[in-house]
């Protein structure tokens, strides 16, 4: 190859690379600008600068719903009108971010005064509209109409200064909705945390009183002249209940009167229930029985018994889900601490299974990592394991055989000496754990306790199956 050609190659490779090094810069730079752009043209769509946390209240006119409210980020919205009383979070969560997220998919009137053209697309008067305010003082209104039947979008107008064209129907679920939607369903207002008392009394026919006492660091459960410790998983359920479960089916009216009491059992009710809570607070409900109404739970429970709650000084009586009797009817044997064993299972180190009669099987390990070291060395299974641990960590009883462990009782129930006794260890061989299991007490439970307990309780035999009975049951293969 002579100079020249060579020259000339050299040439056009350069140029090749300096063209294709321009083109890629400028393919990036347009790569790199086309999200900026997509999210401006996103931005210029939507109708409404907010979000939710700027709003400071509300109001919708519907068919469905007519009410207002005011919100604030920190403590939620609150409904003011028709009604007055907390509004539910999620349903005001979803209207006010799928109203501020609303963009316009077609916008034929753009640049124009649209107001000529609200009646003739159905927006002046519209069927929905909704008003939002602004921490800045401004006002935000929305019109929504009908589905345009050329692609099934939705004829909106809003925004400042106000425009007009159709949005995808993705929107007005969360607009469209009764009043019900929009109100808190708890029947109570409580923050879990701050209730220190609890009084639940059956007033009918078999008249009962439950007293449930904050304790430092648990609670205490008192009925029938006798006071115990509560079991904390059971007093935690029940706080649940009332805090968060127990919430209407529906509010059968907002307008209570005497004759509703009778309607709803409410002139004689079935139970009463005083929860005392932080700064001296105290809120008291009545329960009481009568027909469910139609359309406020399964259809054929319309007309059947269902119970209907009554917070003292309020002005709206709420049906409820069928069981709340059954819960509220729970006394002293349900409430009481029914712990055999209750740890950290992350701190188990070593289980031992002794049965009479045969070698203990003895594993050793944590987490994910297990191995038989008696009577003979080979890995564990890890799920039976950690299944083992997990299971006598918290083991609780289905009931209270005896209150104390006399020699005689301990004995007859097969307890001592034990037919099982299941040992868990921590690091250093520091017990957490010694439980005993004896005799059958009916068809699917059998007697147990363990060190430091005072009682002989019962629990399901199925937490036995877990334990192995051979080495090779809990050998990994």
């Excluded at 050299?10 to 090094?21: A, E, F, M, Q, R």
């Excluded at 009908?146 to 692609?151: A, E």
């Excluded at 027909?291 to 406020?296: I, K, S």
């Excluded at 209150?403 to 299941?422: C, F, I, N, Q």
Aim: hydrophobic share 40%.
């Amino acid at each position: 190859m002579t100079a020249s050609r060579v020259r000339t190659t050299l040439l056009t490779t350069l140029g090749v690379l300096l063209i294709g090094g321009g083109a890629a810069a400028y393919m990036y730079r347009e790569i790199k600008k086309a999200p900026d752009q997509k999210r401006q043209i996103q931005m210029d769509a939507r109708l409404f600068p907010w979000g939710r946390v700027h709003i400071t209240g509300v109001s919708l006119q519907s068919e469905r719903a007519t009410f207002a409210a005011t919100c604030d980020p920190i403590n939620g919205c609150r409904l003011t009108s028709p009604i007055q009383g907390p509004a539910d979070a999620e349903a005001m969560q979803a209207l006010l971010d799928n109203v501020a997220a609303l963009p316009l998919a077609v916008e034929p009137f753009k640049g124009e005064d649209v107001r000529p053209h609200l009646a003739e697309y159905g927006l002046d008067p519209a069927p929905i509209t909704f008003t939002a305010s602004t921490a800045d003082g401004k006002v935000h209104r929305l019109y929504v109409g009908g589905l345009d039947p050329t692609d099934r979008r939705r004829w909106v107008a809003g925004g400042d200064p106000l425009r007009m064209g159709r949005a995808d129907d993705v929107f007005s679920w969360a607009l469209d909705r009764d009043l019900f939607a929009f109100r808190a369903k708890q029947v109570f207002q409580l923050d879990r945390h701050a209730i220190s008392e609890i009084l639940v009394e059956r007033l009918d026919s078999a008249p009962r009183t439950l007293h449930l006492t904050a304790g430092d660091p648990l609670w205490t459960v008192e009925s029938d002249g006798r006071k115990l410790t509560a079991d904390p998983y059971v007093i935690d359920k029940f706080l649940l209940l009332l805090t968060r479960d127990l919430k209407a089916d529906a509010f059968v009216t907002d307008h209570y009167t005497a004759e509703d009491a009778v309607k709803y059992g409410l002139d004689k009710p079935t139970f009463a229930i005083t929860v005392h809570s932080a700064g001296g607070r105290v809120d008291k409900a009545f329960v009481g029985v009568g027909a469910r109404p139609a359309g406020t739970g399964e259809p054929d429970e319309a007309g059947k018994a269902a119970p209907f709650v009554h917070i003292e000084g309020a002005s709206s009586v709420a049906v409820t889900y069928n069981a709340l009797l059954s819960d509220l009817s729970k006394g002293l044997p349900e409430f009481r601490d029914k712990r055999v064993t209750d740890f950290d299972l992350e701190a188990v180190r070593r289980i031992e299974i002794l049965r009479e009669g045969t070698p203990p099987l003895v594993l050793d390990g944590m987490g994910d990592s297990w191995q038989l070291i008696s009577p003979e060395s080979a890995p564990a299974r890890v799920d039976r394991a950690k299944a083992i641990a997990m299971q006598f960590s918290k083991l609780r009883a289905v009931r209270v055989i005896d209150e104390e462990k006399s020699p005689a009782k301990l004995a007859e129930l097969g307890l001592e000496p034990p037919e099982l006794r299941v040992l868990l260890r921590a690091d250093g061989g520091r017990m957490l754990a010694d439980i005993r299991f004896g005799r059958p007490i009916d068809k699917d439970t059998v007697a147990v306790t363990a060190e430091g307990v005072t009682r002989i309780d019962a629990v399901k035999d199925a937490s036995l199956r877990l334990l192995p009975m051979t080495p090779d049951e809990i050998i990994r293969r």
